[in-house]
């Protein structure tokens, strides 16, 4: 039986003055699936993943009302350090989420942050090399990489963490096919390991790694495809 672990749910939202974005929106993102998201550019693709990772909060707003669960419990609940563990974005420009000139000091510094241990650092860090396979990237300085190393970097940073829930706003448009391809490959071992993925992409070629794809448009998800699962 699939897990919920997203779960939006009448979700309706507005900005001040500003036609509703999203009125009675439903869907569901399940534990070990890849999920997309497609739409056109304005729709509210971005707010949407803003709603669901935390920076806007649907009870601060006026015009805005309906639930988004996160592994069953209201997301405005959860307290802010054990979200930012549970879920990590990974944005379109590597560059912009890059602080470091050392690979490991990017993986570190969220460890550090919860005063991990030296040795639980270690740890967690020789799994994620194990996971996405990317040992040969530890040393490097990540200004020195390509484009889709830069967000295998990202990913393992927020997989230190041990982070469950990974969304993706349109990170594969600033790299190229080869960009693609490890980035897809690191998807299929997250999503072997259990996590929940969610790619928001403009272009619907890109999301064809995903089981099932939501279409944003009309001011609600639709369910396009699934792949049987």
Same mark, same amino acid.
């Not at 041990?162 to 690191?186: K, N, S």
């Not at 794809?213 to 792949?227: A, G, I, P």
């Given at each position: 039986?699939?897990?919920?672990?997203?779960?939006?749910?009448?979700?309706?939202?507005?900005?001040?003055?500003?036609?509703?974005?999203?009125?009675?929106?439903?869907?569901?993102?399940?534990?070990?699936?890849?999920?997309?998201?497609?739409?056109?550019?304005?729709?509210?693709?971005?707010t949407l993943l803003r709603l669901i990772n935390g920076n806007l909060r649907i009870d601060k707003w006026p015009k805005a009302s309906g639930k988004i669960l996160i592994e069953g419990m209201?997301?405005?609940?959860?307290?802010?350090?054990?979200?930012?563990?549970?879920?990590?974005?990974?944005?379109?420009?590597?560059?912009?989420?890059?602080?470091?000139?050392?690979?490991?000091?990017?993986?570190?510094?969220?460890?550090?942050?919860?005063?991990?241990?030296? !040795? &639980?650092?270690?740890?967690?860090? $020789?799994?994620?090399?194990?996971? +996405? #396979?990317?040992?040969? %990237?530890?040393?490097?300085?990540?200004?020195?990489?390509?484009?889709?190393?830069?967000?295998?970097?990202?990913?393992?940073?927020?997989?230190?963490?041990?982070?469950?829930?990974?969304?993706?706003?349109?990170?594969?448009?600033q790299v190229d096919v080869e960009g693609r391809q490890l980035i897809f490959t690191a998807l299929k071992r997250l999503k072997a390991a259990g996590k929940t993925l969610i790619l928001v992409?403009? !272009? &619907?070629?890109?999301?064809?790694? $995903?089981?099932?794809?939501?279409? +944003? #448009?009309?001011?609600? %998800?639709?369910?396009?495809?699934?792949?049987?699962?």
């Amino acid at each position: 039986m699939k897990e919920a672990i997203v779960q939006i749910q009448g979700l309706n939202f507005c900005y001040q003055k500003e036609k509703p974005l999203f009125q009675d929106t439903r869907a569901v993102f399940y534990r070990g699936q890849i999920t997309g998201i497609v739409g056109l550019s304005g729709c509210g693709k971005s707010t949407l993943l803003r709603l669901i990772n935390g920076n806007l909060r649907i009870d601060k707003w006026p015009k805005a009302s309906g639930k988004i669960l996160i592994e069953g419990m209201n997301r405005d609940a959860w307290n802010p350090d054990e979200l930012i563990q549970k879920m990590g974005t990974v944005y379109q420009d590597p560059d912009c989420q890059i602080l470091f000139s050392h690979v490991e000091d990017e993986w570190v510094f969220g460890m550090e942050n919860y005063q991990f241990s030296q !040795e &639980e650092m270690d740890a967690r860090m $020789a799994a994620v090399c194990d996971l +996405l #396979q990317i040992h040969h %990237l530890r040393h490097r300085n990540p200004n020195e990489l390509s484009g889709g190393e830069k967000q295998l970097v990202i990913l393992a940073s927020i997989l230190c963490l041990e982070a469950e829930i990974f969304i993706l706003d349109e990170c594969m448009t600033q790299v190229d096919v080869e960009g693609r391809q490890l980035i897809f490959t690191a998807l299929k071992r997250l999503k072997a390991a259990g996590k929940t993925l969610i790619l928001v992409e403009h !272009e &619907e070629e890109h999301l064809q790694i $995903a089981d099932r794809v939501y279409r +944003l #448009q009309d001011q609600k %998800l639709t369910e396009e495809r699934e792949k049987g699962l």
